[in-house]
């Protein structure tokens, strides 16, 4: 009897010993989310990563170079190089249009009764210079609206992105840009 005392108290201290081990590797988890330890290459030294620190700082979007993008990039390229005047006006609002699904993500004025529901100089900094990158290349080129209607237009075709719906007179003229820049 005095023997199943020994081994029923051992087995109770073993169990104990366990869980006290579970439970400390379970509270050293619990203290290091996000944080992994690393070999540095060079000195060879044990180095601490916070991993989420890392993953936080390079999605967050850079509200100056943002500014950069769409202002002094995007925006005054587009004034500057699009045809001005009242005589242009429609054919840069439908330029300007297909612009604007592209950085809302296929958000349309038309889906919300003249009202986009978002900004396009809010958007995602990659998107931003998907843009920027085509408007630069047609300023470098052809400087054609045509050849620029047709990118913006190409590039929401390739995203799923629909296109604005206009009245038959803005529709001919959206139209017409598309085969002439074919």
């Not at 590039?155 to 139209?175: C, F, I, P």
Request: glycine letters at 8%.
């Amino acid at each position: 009897m005095e023997e199943n005392n020994k081994k029923e108290t051992q087995q109770e201290q073993q169990v104990s010993q366990t869980d006290l081990e579970r439970l400390e590797l379970l509270q050293r988890a619990h203290e290091k989310k996000g944080k992994q330890l690393t070999i540095d290459g060079e000195a060879g030294n044990l180095k601490e990563i916070d991993e989420l620190r890392e993953l936080i700082g390079r999605q967050l979007d850079n509200p100056e170079e943002k500014y950069n993008i769409y202002y002094k990039g995007i925006r005054k390229l587009l004034m500057d190089h699009l045809p001005k005047g009242e005589e242009y006006k429609e054919m840069r609002d439908i330029i300007y249009d297909e612009k604007n699904i592209f950085l809302n993500l296929g958000k349309r004025k038309c889906d919300g009764g003249g009202v986009r529901g978002s900004d396009g100089r809010m958007t995602f900094q990659p998107v931003m210079k998907d843009i920027l990158d085509i408007v630069i290349t047609w300023v470098g080129g052809s400087q054609n609206p045509f050849d620029l209607y047709r990118e913006f237009y190409m590039l929401n075709e390739k995203h799923g992105y629909a296109h604005e719906e206009y009245d038959d007179s803005t529709r001919g003229v959206a139209n017409a840009m598309l085969k002439l820049a074919q």
